[in-house]
C-alpha cells in the first residue's frame, strides 16, 4: 500500500481533528524529550523531585484502562478511591459509570463514553461522587498559568490532576487521552503522566510540551483539551 505524502496526511490529520492541533510536535525530535519513568533518568526525576507525594497515593490505586476509549474512566477509578471517604468502597473501571458512592444512579451511562469522556463528564462524574473539581481549558491559559495552576494543585496531598492530551503532541500513537499526574521535576520541568493505558509507560514530559498537547482541539466539543483538578 502506497503510503500519503506528508503534506497529505498533515492534512487529514487537522481535518479530522481540528486546526488547533499543535502539528510542530509532530516532528520526530519529540521522542528523544520523554523520558521513561522506569529508565535511570526517570527514576532519577522522581527521586530528586519535591512534588510526589501523590505518585505514592496514584501507585498503590492505580488501575489500567480496560476499554480502549477507558482511559477517563480508569483515570477517575484510581483518584475516586484514593479520596472515598469509605473504607468499604471500591471503585473499578467496570463498575464506575453504573452507581454513585452514595447509591445514586450516575448521571454519565457507559453508551455514553464509548468513543471516550470529556471533561465536562468527567467533571459532571466526580461531581456526582461530592468531590470538588475544577475544569481547565487550555485555550484559556498562557503556559506559565498552566504550570502554575497544575504544581499548585499537585504540591497539596491528596489533591490531583488528570490530563486530557493529544498523544500525537507526545510523538505517541493515538488520538485523545486522559491520566493522572503524578509529580513534577522543577529542575527540569516535567511533569510525570502515570500512564492508564495498557503497555504503556509513565513518562517524564516537559511543561511546554504537555501545555501543547493539551492545548489541541477536541473534535467532539469543538473546544481544547485540558485539566481537571479534584480533591475531597
Avoid at 46 to 56: D, G, V
Avoid at 107 to 134: A, C, D
Amino acid at each position: 500500500m502506497n503510503k500519503l505524502p506528508f503534506s497529505l496526511t498533515i492534512f487529514v490529520i487537522k481535518l479530522i481533528l481540528g486546526n488547533k492541533v499543535f502539528l510542530p510536535t509532530l516532528s520526530p525530535f519529540i521522542f528523544a524529550n520523554l523520558i521513561d519513568l522506569d529508565s535511570y533518568e526517570g527514576e532519577n526525576l522522581l527521586k530528586n523531585s519535591f512534588l510526589k507525594e501523590n505518585y505514592f497515593f496514584l501507585k498503590e490505586n492505580f488501575e489500567k484502562q480496560i476499554w480502549y476509549s477507558y482511559c477517563g474512566v480508569a483515570s477517575a477509578a484510581i483518584v475516586l478511591n484514593i479520596l472515598s471517604d469509605s473504607s468499604d468502597i471500591f471503585v473499578q473501571p467496570k463498575n464506575i459509570l453504573e452507581t454513585s458512592s452514595k447509591g445514586e444512579k450516575q448521571i454519565i451511562s457507559p453508551w455514553e463514553v464509548i468513543s471516550g469522556m470529556t471533561l465536562e463528564q468527567l467533571k459532571h462524574l466526580f461531581e456526582s461522587y461530592r468531590l470538588n473539581v475544577e475544569v481547565y481549558y487550555a485555550e484559556d491559559l498562557s503556559l506559565e498559568i498552566f504550570r502554575n495552576v497544575v504544581v499548585t494543585n499537585i504540591s497539596q496531598p491528596k489533591k490531583f490532576v488528570i490530563v486530557n492530551y493529544l498523544r500525537l503532541s507526545l510523538g505517541q500513537v493515538g488520538a485523545g487521552h486522559f491520566s493522572p499526574l503524578g509529580g513534577y521535576n522543577q529542575s527540569t520541568d516535567r511533569f510525570l503522566i502515570m500512564d492508564v493505558a495498557n503497555q504503556r509507560s509513565s513518562v517524564w514530559v516537559t511543561a511546554e510540551t504537555l501545555y501543547h498537547a493539551i492545548k489541541t482541539n477536541d473534535f467532539w466539543t469543538g473546544k481544547s483539551r485540558g485539566f481537571v483538578t479534584v480533591s475531597a
